[in-house]
């Protein structure tokens, strides 16, 4: 008897060349981006390139949804090597009988490490001290020469308190004296809020007493503009906005207006609304420190996010249990037909 076919995969993303060579163990495999060449996936470039393939391995682009999903009924995989995956509709998914796994853990102390700096870096203008060094425009000092806000010391809020939030508040908290205040959906358990010195309070409340609000909340329709101009109207003219989330979780417009008429003293934004695109009112402001959606940018864990995508993705189509399956009730999954 002949072989039986081995499972082709699309590869969406640049991807390490080890992790490709032992995904080509087990696969035919489609890695267009194999090197830092880019495509454009649009919706029918994804169609068409996603025919045959059984599993794709994906980042937080391009979408997957139902629409993908009719066009393509031979898949059974989709992994993807980030954290959130607001970028596949997982109740398409599971209906069709898709397992979808995303690449929690293994990302959490980098990513807060980032946010950590990133708040530090507004509060102190150091994006913007930067740049007028860089212009040549330092000729004198005096004594309000960029002067920010301190971080020690000062009241730490966090919107959103899972894993990533609650390092944050680690770091805050043990490394710089701040008293944490949380707003989550759930409160922590008495023992980690007293060892985080943090304490839940409602989310009107959190943004009245941040000086440095950092946000960590998952995004989901129900999170959509959760930070709006209501909001940012309560946070005090000196605080700073650190958005290390997703975009859309705050209103992209209503911070920029709020940062020109300096309501709020600083933002520091990883993640955009309609990202890679920037609302053009932020790239104009000097108060507000913008990175390209890179908080968990440390080689290790892109390494260790990208090994836990494509160990997902052996399991998943060699019948086996992926480690984060988000919707394993699929399984097993049907053969191919």
Known sequence: MPDSPRPRILVTIPMFAEVLAGLALHFDMDAPCGTADHIDWTPDTLVARAQGAAGLLVAGAPHIDAALLSACPQLRA??????GYNN????????????VSNAPDVLTETTADFGFALMMATARRIAESGHYLRAGRWT???????????VHGATLGVLGMGRI??????R????FGMPVRYHNRSRLDASIEQQLDARWVDKATLLREADHLVIVVP????????VAAAD?????????LTNIARGGVVDDAALARALRERRIAAAGLDVFEGEPTVHPDLLALPNVVLTP??????LRTRRAMADLAAANLVAALGGGLPPTALNPQVLPLRPMG
């Open 165 to 170: 939030g609650q390092a944050i508040a680690r």
């Open 219 to 226: 995004y989901s329709p129900a999170s959509h503009h959760l």
């Open 88 to 99: 596949i509709d997982l109740p398409a998914c599971t209906a069709a009988g898709v397992l």
């Open 140 to 150: 004198h000092w005096s004594y309000d020469m960029f002067a920010g806000a301190d």
């Open 232 to 240: 940012l109207a309560l946070m005090k003219p000196t605080a700073t």
């Open 78 to 83: 989709v992994c993807s090597m980030a954290v």
């Open 293 to 298: 959606h890179i908080a968990s940018a440390s």
């Open 172 to 175: 805050g908290a043990l490394g």
